[in-house]
């Protein structure tokens, strides 16, 4: 379905949040939505390789990486497995890399920018909490809009 954050945020300006600018576009979906599953982790991105492994659905996963631009929590391995599994786009407060590979492939992926380490692999962080980061609270369950002009959140879905 096509749509335009502009047009949404002029629509329905009442109920989104919208997101600071900042995150970098990967992948070659400029545009995606869907609803959001949240994780809540820092330098380790063993929760969101299990998560990839699910069916998608055509959701978006948002993973608050606490900022850090020491590792890349993505890399065209992960990536692979998003799009394979129906996965809609990912909104990663952190890095990802490989990202030649990544912008070749059929996803839309918003982060920090890259970097060429690994993460640690310990299985810790959370899933399906509440998080913020770009000044938006993103809440399970709630709906994610991207395309080139930014980033908008809404409790319910804003397409017909």
Known sequence: MHFRTADLCDAHSDKVQIASPGLQ??????????????????????????????????RVIVVDGGGSLRCALLGDI?????????????VINGCIRDSAEIN???IGIRALGTHPLKSVKQGIGEKGIPVKFACVEFRPGEYLYADEDGILVAPESLLP
């Open 25 to 58: 576009h990967y992948g070659k979906k400029s545009q995606f939505y869907g609803r959001i599953i949240t994780l809540k982790l820092f330098e380790d991105n063993s929760l969101l390789r299990d998560l990839l492994d699910e069916a998608g659905k055509g």
């Open 78 to 90: 992960l990536a692979t497995k998003a799009v394979g599994n129906g996965w809609s786009g990912l």
């Open 104 to 106: 070749d492939m059929d």
